[in-house]
């Protein structure tokens, strides 16, 4: 199940106790799973950097001997199972060999023939928090950013080879424990990464007894353990590469070739920002904050009289972007005449003709963007009490409503990387790029391994891009949760004009 080794060092403030590859409890006799191609989906995301997660667990009184007894042990034997049953592409590697026009997934049977060095299985570290602060790490308040990488697994990248997932398990005694995930993006969206998570979490508390011996639990788990339906993942890379006679595949890989000067290489793009330079806070929108917003948009939609022909798509989503991203653009401040970019990516399964399965697994999201000025967010008439968040609502349900449904492939941009390129490079030179990262319809908070449901769940990789993070109310009370990594002081201009505008919205 895994091979580990024994490597004890502190680094910020975690000791590593252990290093383990997690390998297949059995391979699937599937040979389409030992050599996955990418799609134009994937390819797309070919060069950006891996989306990281943290799930925070309570349990009170935990001690060493019983994290390693009983806890590592489910946790690990369950990873084992999970790559075994459904998920044995997770265990392979990203390559690029010389003959192929484009990367692929690669797992290597037992005996197959090898040019590299490469162990399958997925790498889990195990460490050990030595005066992190559980509680403030896993509550809403304001805090050091870097504390969070030092829970976030490592995704092994070189030239020639990308690891797809790691993971890291994380005690803190007394407290509870943290599983940090990091998933490479040219193989994950984020519905593929909670199936995943979701998916062991089911095994891991559903079937598992440590009491019984190992053989005993593989004689019964072959033969009885199954997942729901929904968890189930499809690999079958048919339903998109059929519907692409284009090769939008192999456009993104050139993009990407003449993005990084003809360089094959796996690595991906450095970071946006210095995290050591950042804070991380949780906001929280209420159902009672968001029926606000929208009944005042909604009024001031119906005085105008140069309203829209298009009635306003006042989702959840829109509503907590569109009051997020004015809070944000305030809070920087600076020159009314620089670019703002508006982005967020769209999941096409349900919305490609013919659809996609819910059920896919890989990426199957689009992006979309639109360029405004900071100043649109500031000169809207202060009369409306909003703000600017009109505006922001306007153009995110444009945005929303022009992506429809009945998409086909052969009707994408092929200039849609190489644009998405230019509105990077405008963002780091002095603009303000505004992105989301999650959904409030993942259910992260369902994610339970055994232990409970997750105290806090975290997208630390915001501290890398700049995007803002979604995630429905772990109260389960209609509410969005908003997780934001800025410099401190705009960070504290953001919660003084986020916690002003609810007040207003009272009024």
Known sequence: MATATSSINTINRVKIHEVTKITPMMIPDDDDLICLPLTLFD???LKFLPV??????????????LFDSEILPKLKHSLSLTLGLHYLPLAGHMMWPEHAAKPAIYYFLPGQDQKEDIVNGVTVAVAESEGLDFDVLSGDGIRQAVEF??????LSISDNKAEVVSIQITLFPKQGFCIGIS???????????????KSWAYLCKQYLDIASSQQQQQQQQQTTICLPSELIPSFDRAFINENDPKGFDLVYVNNWLSFTGNDRSLKVLPSFNDVNKLVRATYVLTRAHLKKLRDKLLLLEDRNPQTSPNKLHLSTFVLACAYVFTCMVKARGGESDRDVILAFTADYRSRLDPPVPTNYFGNCVGSHTRLVKARDFVEEPAATGLGGVAFVAHKLSEMVQEIGGGLTIQGFDEEKLVKLMAVMQRVSQEGQGLGVAGSIHFDVYGSDFGWGRPKKVEIVSIDTTGAVSLAESRHGDGGVEVGLALGKQDMDNFASFFDQGLKDLIV
């Open 149 to 154: 990488r030092a829970l976030t697994p490592q």
């Open 43 to 45: 390819t797309y995301w």
């Open 183 to 197: 998933n490479h993006h040219a193989f994950f969206d984020g519905r593929s990464t909670m199936m995943f998570i």
């Open 52 to 65: 990281e997660r943290l799930f925070f667990y309570e349990v009170a009184d935990l001690t060493w001997d």
